[in-house]
C-alpha cells in the first residue's frame, strides 16, 4: 500500500498486537524508497490541545512543521476566519505539498482518542475530503499525499455517517492473533528454542498466540534458557 500510494492505509487491532510496529515499518519502507515521512503520536498530545478544533489542528501543523524543519510558525499562515478545517487543509497544501516534491507520507499512531473527542467526526471527515480530492484531482497534490492511520476502536461505533469516515476507504490492515504455523515460523527466527510439537502446541494453547505475549516467552526462553513448562 505504501509502494503504490495508497491515499490512506488503516492499521487497525487490539492492544498489543503490533499496530505501532507495523506503522514504524512501513514508514522506514516510505522513506528508502524515496517518500518524506511524518509521525503524530496522538498519546503525546496534551489535554489542552484537544480542548478545541483550531488548537488540535495547530498542534498537528506545529509537528508537522518542526519535522519538515519548515522556516515559519504555522500560526504565520494560520487565520482564524476561515475556520479550523481549511486551516489545516491550506496549510497542508501550500507549506508542505507546494514545497516538496516528494510523496508526504504521515504516520498516524493512537488515533483513539479522537472517537471520544467532540470534534472527532470533523477531523475524519477532513481526512476523507483529502482522500475524496484524489478523484477529482488524480494528478493535483492530494495524489501525493499518504495518511497511515493505526488504532484500536470500532470505528463505526463512533462515525455515523460512513460518507464522512476514512475508515471504510483505503487499504485495511487488521491484525490478529497469531496461528500455530506462524508461533512455528517464529520459532524457527529465534532458532528453535522449542524443539516438539507437543510444546509448540503446549505454548499455543496457554498463548492462544497473542503477539506480545508470544514474543515476551520466546524472549524468556532464549535469554534465560527456560522451557515452555516454565512459562
Known amino acids: 500500500a505504501i509502494a503504490q500510494g495508497d491515499s490512506i492505509i488503516l492499521i487497525k487491532g487490539a492492544r498489543q498486537m503490533g499496530k505501532t510496529s507495523l506503522l514504524a515499518r512501513g514508514l522506514q519502507h516510505a ?15 496534551d489535554e489542552n490541545q484537544f480542548e478545541t478544533d483550531m488548537s488540535f489542528y495547530l498542534a498537528l501543523a506545529n509537528s508537522l512543521a518542526s519535522q519538515l524543519d519548515l522556516p515559519d510558525s504555522p500560526k504565520k499562515y494560520w487565520d482564524s476566519d476561515l475556520g479550523a ?3 489545516l487543509e491550506y496549510f497542508i497544501r501550500k ?6 516534491n516528494e ?3 504521515w504516520g498516524l499512531d493512537e488515533v483513539d482518542r479522537l472517537f471520544v473527542c467532540k470534534f472527532g467526526s470533523q477531523v475524519f471527515g477532513l481526512f476523507r475530503s483529502w482522500h475524496n480530492r484524489r478523484s477529482l484531482d488524480p494528478y493535483g497534490p492530494w495524489s501525493r499525499f499518504t495518511l497511515a492511520i493505526a488504532y484500536a476502536t470500532e470505528a463505526h461505533l ?3 455517517d460512513l460518507n464522512q469516515s476514512p475508515f471504510n476507504v483505503g487499504t485495511k490492515l487488521e491484525l490478529a492473533d497469531f ?5 512455528a515460523e517464529l520459532n524457527s527466527r529465534y532458532g528453535y528454542p522449542i524443539k516438539s510439537d507437543t510444546e509448540m502446541q503446549q505454548l499455543y494453547d496457554l ?3 497473542q503477539p506480545y505475549l508470544t514474543r515476551r516467552a520466546f524472549d ?3 535469554k534465560h534458557s527456560i522451557t515452555v513448562a516454565d512459562i
Open 103 to 105: 510523496r508526504i507520507v
Open 95 to 100: 507549506q508542505i505539498l507546494g514545497k516538496f
Open 179 to 183: 496461528t500455530i504455523e506462524q508461533v
Open 207 to 209: 498463548i492462544g498466540g
Open 158 to 160: 463512533f462515525i455515523s
Open 31 to 45: 522513506r528508502d524508497i524515496g517518500a518524506r515521512v511524518v509521525t503524530t503520536d496522538l498519546q503525546v498530545l
Open 85 to 87: 478545517n481549511m486551516n
Open 220 to 222: 524468556e526462553m532464549v
